[in-house]
């Protein structure tokens, strides 16, 4: 049976997330000491000088290929990971390695005292394709939503005194610096860190709620992410956000649009917001931007832009010419009409496979994504899913406890698709 990617959705609920955030408990869950972590005759190096922020999987990378990836031992695994939705054109790629030897050839840093082109003419793509007037370039996600952040508040400052608080929606994730932790709804990043940025705050995925907190007066931002990624792989309902879209309008409030994970391509348009007929005031870009190299975008309407003066924003990095002449090629690539439908049909046939893996072994309680970004929710912790899949030679990774996240390469064909499949559907 033919299901399009929507009515695959399960309701939001399927895997329940805390329904209020209580940051009075402090029960964070401990992890394992350094040596605990079992270490394979693979790992050629110990990562003894790097701080144990992440848990990192027993297994050195060395190269890759295409949807490939091979650890130190020639071991290779089918990357439905691509590091965490960056690696959209998969690994030595040779038109994105050709791109990348052409910029290295030029300049590679200079400053934002001075203009140069790539930088000029990646922004002038942006605002050719998307909702937005005007880019402001930085160098991560986190980074992006903050900057966000502030241009949201300086513009509304313009509009009255006290209108300068911030809303993000439960099960929300927006980075890790002060004010995006501020808005990322995960009580063990947030509570070893408080007190953390001021005036932003979390609302339920409730229309009725967001109508109750959003004073024209005093409210500036809602940001969302269109599809919630970390949050468990949830597609936002159509028309919620249609309908937060109305009464952001209507209070004046800036809706923001995080499309740092869901953006770029994943979800089968060049950006996720086009699926709900419906255009952002801000939008966040990220991960897949420059192909690996870090860079994040701000794109935004000339009204909120020109609230900003200058020196009021910065960063160092921000949009120099190596990096953005290696993303001029990469958005170029996933703006292609046929790329994309590439992704929407490979993305619909994938779910459907996932719904009948669901069906075939009883162990999938729910499926949720679109395009190339997948969730499904599992009898038992997702870990053990994720570690099993990598003896197998597959790569997936987590969003919260029970959810096993799938974001292939965009350029996966059918046949890799359907090998991943085959992968996880003998894990299960
Ligand atoms: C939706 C979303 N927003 C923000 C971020 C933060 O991006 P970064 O890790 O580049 O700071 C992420 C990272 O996973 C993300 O998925």
Known sequence: MTVPAETLTAPNDAISLPAVLDEVVVDVPTRAPVADVPVTSSASSTTDALMYTYKRAPVEIERGEGVYLFDSEGKRYLDFVSGIAVNALGYADPELQAAMHAAVEGLVHVSNLYRTAPGERLAAMLVERSFADKVFFCNSGAEANEGAFKFARRWARDLGPAKNEIFSLRGAFHGRLFGTLAATDRRNYRIPFRPLA????????????????????????????????????????????????????????????????????????????????????????????????????????????????????????????????????????????????????????????????????????????????????IMGTAAHVVNQALEKGLLVCTAGEYTVRMLPPLVATRDELARGLALLEDVL
């Open 198 to 377: 001021g005036g932003i705050s979390i609302l339920e995925r409730d229309i009725d709620d967001i109508a109750t907190a959003l004073d024209a007066e005093t409210a500036a931002a809602l940001i969302l992410e269109p599809v919630q990624g970390e949050g468990g792989v949830r597609v936002l309902d159509a028309g919620f956000v249609r309908e937060v879209r109305a009464l952001t309008k209507e209070r004046n409030v800036a809706l923001i649009f995080d499309e740092i994970q869901c953006g770029l391509g994943r979800t089968g348009t060049l950006f996720a917001y086009e699926r709900f007929g419906i255009e952002p005031d801000i939008m966040t870009l990220a991960k897949p931007i420059a192909a690996g190299l870090p860079m994040g975008a701000i794109l935004t309407t000339k009204e909120i832009a020109s609230s900003v003066k200058p020196g009021e924003h910065g960063t160092t990095f921000g949009g120099g010419p190596f990096v953005a002449s290696v993303a001029l090629h990469v958005v170029e690539r996933l703006s292609h009409p046929q790329f994309l439908a590439h992704v929407r049909e490979n993305g619909a046939w994938f779910g459907q496979q996932l719904q009948e893996i669901a069906q075939r072994t009883g162990r999938i309680r729910a499926v949720r994504g679109v395009g190339y970004m997948w969730g499904i929710d």
